[in-house]
């Protein structure tokens, strides 16, 4: 097992904290349980989509939440209870746990919808980069042609 000491990049870099800390959250050696299984893929270039597995689900017990550049996908199962009448369960093999996932968003990344189908919870998302951080072209000008610096004299007639 490794572990890495983000440490010197805190006392020689200003501004990276959010950085910094994305690292240490990758580096974590915590162990998720993998539930419910997901894809991100790419569907353009500055287009993204996540699905999540979440067979069992309605939409009304899903939650998305986006909150500084952290999307949190939430799932909270509501009692299954047909007219008050209990099941029994021979096998019981569909997990309706609860479950939250988190994905830490880039800079200008929003999320552009949701559909919940088949499901599968399919998240659009999109990088929208403000006017100001786009490329532009700047115009090359071409001055005038310059007058002559030294005016000269016709001669004097005689």
Known sequence: ???YDFTPLYRSAVGFDRLAGLL????????ENGWPPYN???TGENAYRIEIAVAGFRPDELTLEVKENLLTVTGRKTANDDAGAQRTYLHRGLAER???RRFQLADYVMVTRADLADGLLSIELARELPEALKPRRIEIGVP?????????RKPKAA
Request: glycine content about 0%; cysteine-free.
């Open 98 to 100: 609860d479950f939250e």
């Open 1 to 3: 097992m490794r572990t």
């Open 24 to 31: 240490e959250t990758a580096a974590a050696t915590r162990q």
């Open 40 to 42: 991100i893929e790419t």
């Open 144 to 152: 005038a042609p310059a007058k002559p610096l030294i005016e000269t």
